[in-house]
């Protein structure tokens, strides 16, 4: 089921949280839904600007869009925004010049097992994947799986926003109400995670980029190793080109609608709580400076990147439709917020699930490209699962089997 625009699932209950390391964004209740003649770039990018402009709010909207941008997203803005400065910390968007990135979002990580489980379907559609690039008949596919928990009480929303927000300090914790989707475990509920990955953003008209593409996961207990991985990424065949795929759409996009692009020559690596990542900050600026439709057109152009999606688009998108059991909904869509000065900050919705009562709905995915190992690429889901599975075990009490 996809709701009609018309339709507002969250009512005056509606709750919003962005959190930065810079800053914490909290929303209630709901204004103005927006709701555009079409759920395309043009048409949202059009709707935004005609209610935070010519309509006279200061908006900002809030919420989220889907992987499938041709579904309605749930964008809205709020009765009641409250913006608060974080205490410090270093942006994972900011790294230096020459593309090198700091080691950010290194929370405290538990290092409690967590019972993750065994998917020989993911194994299989891996192989699949694999066999289609080999080829020829696309480069790159980011497959994902899903896991459900039904715990023995119902969840605390609020202690999962913290609990993410402590371990993952350097990350984007995000919450928003969305409603049921076809093939959601949950059905409506809320949409709850510790995002790594910054898709857009935009200051006076500065705009950035972070993408995120090559992974392996930790291993913090061993420090000697961890930076052999660390070194073993960075010089990684397998992994450069697969972040070579996401910087060049990127990049694209960015000479398409800014001036002044800057794309780094390298990666560099970002470290989070269980798993590193090749990173590269991508910066521009728009000579739309203040038009949040501007951005927002951006944006939508922008997504699905071939860190979610694969490349080329079309061709991987029918791949994932094909190979993937479950419907993505809003997992690695976007969720954040555009204000009437097209200021904006938008991160994809991963490392996190949809939560409804006692109910969760864990989602985790992997790049495929040539060379890629099925066992491998499990072992990288799970390593993500562990992300929102701790905290979500931690408020149990007890150990939880996704």
Request: proline residues 7%; charged residues 20%.
């Amino acid at each position: 089921m996809v709701v009609p625009a018309s339709v507002d699932p969250r009512g005056p209950h509606a709750m919003f949280e962005f959190s930065t390391p810079e800053y914490r964004l909290t929303a209630r209740g709901v204004a103005h839904v927006v709701a555009p003649e079409t759920w395309d770039g043009p048409g949202v990018a059009d709707a935004i600007e005609s209610l935070l402009t010519h309509a006279g709010h200061d908006g900002p909207v809030v919420g989220c869009i889907p992987f499938d941008t041709a579904r309605p997203a749930a964008l809205y803005i709020p009765e009641d925004v409250t913006w608060r400065q974080a205490t410090g910390g270093d942006d994972v968007g900011e790294g230096s010049g020459d593309g090198s990135v700091p080691t950010a979002m290194q929370g405290a990580a538990s290092s409690t097992p967590v019972s993750l489980p065994d998917s020989p379907g993911y194994r299989r559609a891996v192989a699949r994947a694999v066999e289609r690039i080999d080829a020829g008949d696309l480069e790159k596919v980011v497959l994902a799986r899903t896991a459900v928990l039904d715990a023995d009480e119902d969840f605390d929303i609020d202690r999962l926003v913290y609990d993410l927000g402590v371990a993952n300090p350097h990350a984007y914790v995000y919450r928003t109400n969305i409603d049921a989707t076809d093939g959601s475990a949950c059905g409506e509920g809320t949409l709850v995670g510790a995002s790594p990955e910054l898709v857009l953003r935009s200051r006076r008209g500065a705009v950035t980029s972070f993408p995120l593409a090559g992974s392996v996961p930790r291993d913090r207990e061993n420090p000697a190793r961890d930076r052999d991985l660390t070194r073993g990424l960075l010089n990684s065949p397998k992994d450069r080109a697969e972040h070579a795929h996401v910087v060049r759409q990127v990049g694209e996009v960015f000479h398409r609608y800014a001036e002044s692009v800057v794309v780094p020559e390298a990666p560099g690596v970002v470290s989070t709580p269980v798993i590193l990542h090749l990173g590269s900050r991508i910066t521009g600026r728009l000579p739309q400076a203040g038009s949040p439709g501007a951005f927002m057109r951006m944006l939508y152009d922008l997504h699905p990147t071939p860190a979610v999606c694969g490349w080329p688009t079309a061709t991987a998108r029918d791949v994932i439709t094909e190979l993937e059991d479950f419907d993505r909904g809003m997992y690695s869509g976007l969720v954040g917020w555009v204000d009437a000065e097209g200021n904006a900050e938008w991160a994809l919705s991963l490392r996190g699930g949809v939560v409804s009562g006692s109910r969760a709905q864990l989602f985790a995915g992997a790049g495929i490209v040539s060379g890629s190992v099925p066992e491998e690429e499990h072992r990288e889901t799970a390593t993500k699962f562990a992300t929102f599975a701790r905290v979500l075990q931690n408020q149990q009490r007890r150990p939880v089997t996704v």
